[in-house]
């Protein structure tokens, strides 16, 4: 009996959509698996307070955040991405005006008189 192993279909395009697939297909598994953990969140959360609502209500505004983030990391990855990537605001410093008459009398070896020369 002669066996063959199939090989996976690649699309026309290549390489790049089965990575695009895999890809998605690993974030469907990431989600999946990430409400089972909420799911057994709450389960443990219901065992230990002994049916305490307001323990699960938390537990349970603290799983959908956790759902939340994971669903959305493109999205969060932005928000971080263009608070990280601003813009950091330009400093000027000015002299005071003091500052701008001394220098307007002072040569670079010390004062200077009317006549331009140095004292």
């Known amino acids: 009996m002669i066996y063959t192993f199939a090989r996976p279909a690649l699309a026309p395009t290549g390489i790049i959509s089965w990575v695009n697939t895999k890809s998605a297909e690993v974030t469907t598994t990431l989600i999946v698996v990430a409400s089972l953990v909420v799911v057994v969140l709450l389960i443990i959360t219901a065992i230990r307070t002994r049916g305490a609502v307001g323990s699960l209500v938390v537990a349970a505004?603290?799983?959908?955040?956790?759902?939340?983030?994971?669903?959305?990391?493109?999205?969060?990855?932005?928000?971080v991405g263009?608070?990280?990537?601003?813009?950091?605001?330009?400093?000027?410093?000015?002299?005071?005006?003091?500052?701008?008459?001394?220098?307007?009398?002072?040569?670079?070896?010390?004062?200077?008189h009317d006549s331009g020369t140095q004292v």
Do not use: C, K, Y
């Open 82 to 112: 263009s608070e990280v990537a601003a813009p950091v605001p330009q400093v000027v410093f000015e002299p005071a005006w003091g500052q701008l008459e001394q220098a307007a009398t002072t040569g670079p070896h010390g004062p200077v």
């Open 61 to 79: 505004f603290a799983g959908a955040l956790f759902l939340w983030l994971v669903s959305n990391i493109d999205v969060v990855s932005r928000m």
